[in-house]
């Protein structure tokens, strides 16, 4: 089993990877882990730093040492220079002279007893360089000793000097215990603030759950307040922002059912009591000669109505963006086709087109059918004989009539659904036109707008995100122009 097994086996790990445990417990449980490696790292990183200081400054301290003896010993060798237990004992230390042979040599009186090793040796015999090595006496103290070369009377030795390392190695223990405890109390410190952090930090999500926890039960879309500006104050934002769309949508969806209910009563009613007449009518035989088939002409014109108006509603549920089936085209083609289509229905009407290209992406099927209820709109309301004028000029299209115009205080309401208007509730429509207008510019990126013409009719103005011929050619020259040298 590798490191990496044995830690995914170890328990904190799997507290961390636990999907059951609070993202706040893993939180805590992260900054534990976090901690507790750093003050792992720094402690055993400044233990083994001061450890190797100390180490190399009392070697620094036995070489000097032994040059200071080896001046002495140079005088006379057989007896150590003079150097006595008590000297020794005061600078404490212990001193020995090992001969290339094996010989060595302590000072008279000497109690602790050192074996020097092959590195001793390789230095006497060598006499280059110096060793410095950690070693055990007979009675089990630790020293340090270090042996340096010196070559006394023609004869090669190694000047070995060691000092017991109790009082180095307390003082490492007093260290390590010192950063253990210091380190311990750190952790216990960060388990406190990662706590308290972290139910800081969960604070804005937990408010965020009640809250959707609030809407499943109550159905009631309330926002929450927001209490900062941070990641999680934008994410509060944004859950505010889809509650307010939630609750817009309810409400359109709430007002187009209510409002459909009660266009769909009418033809509804008016084809049951014909259908009930026709079904009398098989029994009695009541209905004069002729009445039957107005009847029946009656039922299929409520029919298309009825089925003209599922469609309209059937356009204006849809509350997507132009994703379908988008592509390149001119708005021009699109106008040219609803003024055909519009030309048929009113057959005693002038149209003065004037259609300058407008290139843009988008489905030309949807935008036929708004320009289609617009025309439509100015042919429905046309005197005879009147013009009907459509001009596609940059990125406006403008469709304007001759007929009544709108009231100044029907112009806020004309893209209403279901809203028709005093001039307009005897005339054949669902209601419904204007609006599926305003939805599918609005899909485009576009806006529509509605006012009186300068010849007292209603002018409709439809401004699109395009280019023109101009704005493509000014765009074809910015690319091909050729860069300008100094």
Do not use: C
């Amino acid at each position: 089993m590798n490191l990496l097994d044995r830690l995914a086996r170890t328990w904190p790990w799997r507290r961390l990877q636990d999907r059951r445990s609070s993202l706040s417990r893993r939180l805590v449980w992260l900054s534990v882990l976090s901690v507790s490696a750093t003050v792992l790292m720094v402690a055993t990183g400044a233990y083994w730093m001061t450890r190797f200081s100390l180490y190399n400054q009392l070697d620094d301290e036995l070489i000097d040492v032994a040059a200071y003896s080896a001046a002495q010993i140079q005088t006379d060798v057989e007896g150590m220079g003079g150097l006595n237990t008590s000297a020794l004992r005061a600078a404490n230390v212990t001193l020995m002279l090992l001969a290339s042979d094996g010989r060595a040599q302590q000072v008279r009186g000497a109690s602790v007893a050192l074996e020097p090793g092959d590195e001793e040796l390789a230095v006497a015999r060598t006499q280059t360089g110096d060793s410095a090595r950690t070693v055990t006496d007979t009675n089990g103290s630790r020293y340090r000793m270090v042996a340096v070369p010196q070559t006394m009377q023609g004869t090669r030795y190694a000047l070995v000097i060691a000092r017991p390392l109790g009082p180095t190695e307390a003082t490492l223990h007093w260290l390590w215990l010192t950063m253990m405890t210091t380190g311990g109390l750190g952790l216990l410190l960060s388990v406190l603030l990662g706590w308290l952090s972290s139910r800081q930090a969960m604070q804005p999500l937990r408010n965020l759950s009640g809250a959707v926890a609030h809407v499943t039960e109550t159905d009631e879309l309330t926002p929450i307040e927001i209490h900062s500006e941070d990641e999680l104050g934008e994410l509060t934002r944004s859950f505010n922002t889809m509650l307010n769309s939630l609750s817009s949508s309810r409400e359109r969806q709430k007002r187009l059912i209510a409002d459909a209910g009660h266009e769909l009563r009418t033809p509804l009613t008016s084809m049951r009591t014909n259908i009930e007449l026709l079904v009398a009518d098989e029994k009695t035989g009541m209905l004069p000669e002729g009445a039957r088939g107005e009847i029946l002409h009656d039922i299929a014109a409520q029919l298309g109505e009825f089925t003209s108006l599922v469609g309209d509603l059937v356009q204006l549920s849809r509350e997507d963006k132009v994703t379908a089936n988008p592509e390149p085209m001119d708005l021009r083609d699109v106008v040219e086709s609803a003024i055909v289509r519009a030309k048929r229905r009113g057959p005693g009407l002038v149209f003065d087109v004037e259609l300058n290209p407008l290139f843009l992406v988008g489905e030309p099927d949807t935008l036929e059918r708004a320009v289609t209820n617009l025309l439509d709109n100015a042919v429905k309301f046309s005197p005879p004989g009147s013009t009907i004028h459509v001009h596609l000029q940059g990125d406006t299209l403008r469709i304007a009539d001759q007929g009544p115009g709108i009231a100044d205080e029907d112009l806020p309401h004309v893209f209403d659904r279901f809203y028709r208007s005093d001039q307009a509730r005897n005339t054949p429509g669902t209601g419904l036109g204007l609006s599926i207008v305003a939805h599918t510019i609005k899909a485009h990126g576009g806006e529509v707008t509605a006012q009186r013409s300068a010849e007292g009719g209603a002018e409709f103005i439809v401004r699109l995100p395009g280019k023109t011929v101009e704005d493509q050619q000014a765009e074809d020259d910015t690319v091909t122009m050729p860069a300008i040298k100094d």
